[in-house]
């Protein structure tokens, strides 16, 4: 299980890389490059989380509209299958892509009532290579510790988009590409989606990070 004290910083960073806007420059700092992607998504989730007027369910839904609306889900499903990608016919890629998208959501949707007035700091920004970009933020929790959150991004199409997130050396990416590669050796693409199902229709999230460094690639 995700650690008590990653479970709001890990919500806050999912929810802010599903939410990027498009930006359609390089890193720097001219207002549409991916510092000023993550910059301008911290206020507009926070601000959400924040509300005192919304419901939890009208903050889920917010957070979900967010979420379907701008990520890049079919990315993010071919980062976190690999090589396993392949394997997949057209229509399971298809369903896969839902399925990990409804679970992601839901994983991390359940935590809205959690916030308490966390803000989030850039902290600096770097290329990296292939032409990606991190940029490294960390979100200041009023009388705890301070939570690390790394975002990497990549262009595509003209428009930067968050492809991994690591909160405390932990990548999101990594994390799920291992479980999803244990699950796929036992029984290949079948088995991994009836599994995603089944989890969404009982409403179970994914096993959360433990512990991994590795970067998208």
Do not use: C
Request: aromatic residues 6%.
């Amino acid at each position: 299980m995700l650690p008590a004290r990653l479970a709001l910083p890990m919500l806050i960073a999912v929810s802010l890389s599903l939410a990027g806007p498009p930006a359609s420059a390089n890193g720097q700092g001219d207002g549409s490059g991916p510092r000023a992607v993550v910059q301008e998504t911290t206020s507009a989730v926070i601000g959400v989380l924040a509300n005192g007027g919304l419901s939890t369910e009208q903050k889920r839904h917010r957070v979900e509209d967010i979420v379907y609306s701008q990520v890049d889900f079919d990315t993010l499903a071919r980062l976190v299958l690999a090589r396993n990608w392949s394997r997949l016919s057209p229509a399971q890629q298809k369903q896969f892509v839902d399925e990990f998208r409804q679970n992601l959501s839901a994983t991390y949707g359940r935590n809205v009532e959690n916030y308490k007035n966390e803000k989030v700091q850039i902290v600096d920004d770097h290329s990296e290579p292939r032409g990606d970009w991190t940029v490294r933020t960390k979100i200041v929790r009023n009388g705890s510790d301070d939570i690390n959150v790394d975002y990497r991004l990549r262009q595509l199409s003209g428009t930067w988009k968050i492809i991994d997130i690591i909160i405390e050396n932990v990548s999101l990416v990594a994390n799920f590409r291992s479980q999803f590669q244990e699950i796929m050796s036992e029984g290949g693409p079948e088995r991994l989606l009836q599994v995603l199902h089944e989890k969404n229709q009982k409403g179970e999230p994914l096993k959360a990070p433990a512990a991994a460094d590795s970067r998208a690639s």
